[in-house]
């Protein structure tokens, strides 16, 4: 969360103008060089199309005509304003759109992703008249026709794992007969691929491969949510897994006699009496769970959203819903984390966890949220918006009158930017072009971005700069701050950590991925660096910090960054860069550690790092 801690804003921007100066500690003497072996990744995850959301020109796609990938009236794009029309002539024709693509060798996933939409004159329900093939070398992955018409577009998905090792043709076919158009239109083709369908395997870590299902209503604002959630789990422990904790982390916004988030009528275990300030609900299981066994449990669920222009809060017509889903706390081997609620910055530790969740509100409310959501219609004058997402640590929406638009980034990710009233369309477009450009920068340091679409809601209403969660940011209007948001989608995203006990493990990796994305070197990083006391390091806890609040932004974000540009000047840009590609893929979804860190970067170089750690304050 937030580039700068909890302050007033103008003390930020005074705290960033302050670090901009410094510069370093002294770099450590090298201590005698010892041979380690690098740092290997089977697989670096990377998404293959190019240009698949249309918006730089034709290259590298063959198309049979000039005006197959258009902007032209008569349909509209996914993302942006460009997109692939095939068909729509209504006589014999035939229109082909292709690309080359080379899929990886050493990935265990490969997965094709496409925005389809069909609108058609024909008027039969049984006969499929006019079709669009879609295939990946000489195999048929589908063939949609006439049939599968719809109001808008559907998001069409396909594992083409078996082709990992191969260059092979993409391509899309479209036939019409002699009369009657059909148009096949295409937008946002991606082909991503990853080391790991599932997080790493980590028998410390239990409940594991949860999975959550949650079915909500609103009230016309868009401030009261109920229903109903369940979580499936399983017991990844060799201990007997006898009860879970459920986080219910917003009812800090409120008070134990009237908390904000409610859970009732459990099944599946019994509830026991909320604790740690009514942010932690104990659930006794039936029985114990042995390793491997799994369960599930469910419960009623009611969401009121207090108001401020918070990560939980409403302001005005426009609600933020950040952490009010109740998720399984994590035990490991220094037992359950149910750490406190913190308001200087996160306390959030979770596993990578599936998410499908159905939200029916208003229709003149728009909701954006984790994952790739898919709109319904609902009952009168309502809407069905239903969210999906794979290997998050946790799920996000917000509800509102937004004023929204959409692009596609250069390497194929869909964003889009929800702007609350008072934010000018331009300041709003700037911010599509910088989240386009920030989630494009870091995919390409640590991995392609893996969940779909990418939502920025924006507020400059919001007191603490911004807040990520997987897919979805809130930000002020800031290009640094909206960079630093997106970087989080890998640093705490996709590489987990426990943020109570290790917040520069995402704070400080995450403001040196800014840095990067904005051609920043770090130099002169150091300049006036004072240490409050022997006591303050980089790696201390949320604890520390909350105890000694006005030092979390300067050492956390400051001096953690720098400490990073230092093992890079020290190591080397090339290895440095390999080095977190490296370390990002063997934790893809799964959870880092500063001991896990420290021993991947010095198995990247020659030079022992003893000192450097030393010097630098980051144990562990």
Known sequence: MRPTPRKALAARVLAVAALAAFCLPGTPAAAAPRTAPAAAAACTPAQVVANGGFESGTSPWTQSSTSVITSRSGQ?????????????????????????????????????????????????????????????????????????????????????????????????????DYSLQTSFVLDDIALNTSGDTAPPADSARTPAAPAYTVSLSSNTAGTVWTGHESATFTNASATPLGEVYLRLWDNYHGSCSAPPITVTNVTGGT?????????????TLPSPLAQGQSTTIGFDLGITVPSGADRFGHDGAFSFIGNALPVL???????????PYTNNGESFYSLAADFKVTLDHPTGLLVPATGTSVDTPGSSGRTVTTATASKVRDFAWAAGPFSKISGTSPAGTAVNVYSVSGISSSSAQSMLTTAKSAVDAHAARFGAYPYGELDAVIDNNFWFGGMEYPGFVLDLVSTTALTHEIAHQWFYGIVGDDEYTSPWLDESFTDYATDLAQNKTGSGCWNNVSWASSAEK????????????????????????????????????TAMAKLLKDYAAAHWYGVSTTAEFKAAAQAATSTDLTSFWSTHRIDG
């Open 329 to 339: 706390a994590v035990k490991d081997a220094a037992g359950w984390h149910l750490d």
């Open 76 to 176: 509209t794009a996914h993302g942006g304003s460009s997109f692939a029309w095939l068909d729509g002539v209504g006589s014999t024709h035939t229109d082909t759109l292709s690309q080359s693509v080379t899929i990886p060798s050493g990935c265990d996933s490969a997965s094709l992703t496409f925005w389809l939409h069909i609108d058609t004159s024909e008027t039969t329900s049984s006969t499929a008249y006019d079709k669009l093939t879609a295939k990946i070398g000489g195999t048929t992955l589908a063939t949609y026709s006439n049939l599968d018409k719809a109001s808008g577009y559907g998001l069409k998905t396909f594992d083409v794992s078996a082709f990992a090792g191969q260059t092979v043709t993409l391509s899309f076919t479209g036939a019409e």
């Open 271 to 283: 509830a026991g009496t909320l604790s740690v300030a009514c942010t932690a609900l104990k659930i």
């Open 538 to 573: 980089i790696t201390n806890s949320m604890a520390y910090w909350d105890a000694h609040s006005s030092r979390y932004s300067t050492v956390v974000y400051g001096y953690g960054k720098c400490a990073l540009h230092d093992l890079r000047r020290l190591i080397g840009d």
